[in-house]
């Protein structure tokens, strides 16, 4: 029987960047924040819940071949990156960008008076034939208590919206290889008998399903199936 392990990122022992502009909670090590517990979970390498100050920008450069995941969660942020791209990604959208090293993307804050709020996840390839890349998509939460599918790649990812009391179980598509993380984002959770709260993650291997229930009204998870292999940096 495959041992099971959980590890739980409880959102108050995140790392932390801030400065009067702009604030980055960490789930995993990045710039000068590093913990020993906070290594990547296979190519998940970056998990980074951020809030930007009005009219504000930042620009972050990619050393190895990264799929990157924007999720705007609070308003809307304004995009360019090295592929020509540069446009609006909304709360009920996302964006995948698959960068090659050396590679760069500016995040802003288009409003004149509000912070936005997203989620920046970096997931480390290894292919050999990784073809840069945009990707945009919508998601509705009309379409509530089931997760809806936003990636589709070596890793899979699903949001949704759960009434309280609703349950939900998702079948892992490769068990023998993939682990599960999960965030909540809003509300609260019981995943896999383990409480979470707003903000909250957890990581998972050696699972065939993983089985979940809302504890309160407009939860909203997202869950990712991501391959635990090493991966080769570019």
Sequence with gaps: MTQIEATIFLAEQRGCSQTDWFRSFHGFNFGAYHSEHRQPFGRLKVFNDDTLAAQKSLKMQIDENT?????????????????????????????????????EYEIANPYPDELVNFIQIWLMGNEQEFTPSLIQKSFDFQQKNQLHLI????????????????????????????????????????????????????????????????????????????????YVAS
Excluded: C, W
């Excluded at 304004?78 to 964006?95: C, D, I, K, P, T």
């Excluded at 707003?198 to 699972?207: E, K, S, T, V």
């Design 67 to 103: 799929e990157v995941i924007l999720l705007p969660l609070v308003g809307a942020i304004e995009y360019r990156n090295s592929l020509g791209g540069a446009g609006f990604v909304e709360a009920g959208q996302v964006q995948i960008f698959s960068a090659t090293q050396g590679m």
């Design 151 to 230: 990636l589709s790649t070596q890793t899979k990812a699903y949001i949704g919206q759960f009434g309280g009391r609703e349950e939900g179980v998702y079948e892992v598509q490769h068990p023998d290889t993939h682990g599960i993380f999960v965030f909540v984002i809003e509300g609260a959770f019981e995943v896999q008998n383990r409480l979470l709260h707003p903000r909250d993650g957890l990581a998972l291997q050696g699972l065939d399903t993983v089985e979940f229930e809302a504890l309160s009204n407009d939860a909203i998870l997202l869950l990712l199936e991501i391959s635990l292999e090493p």
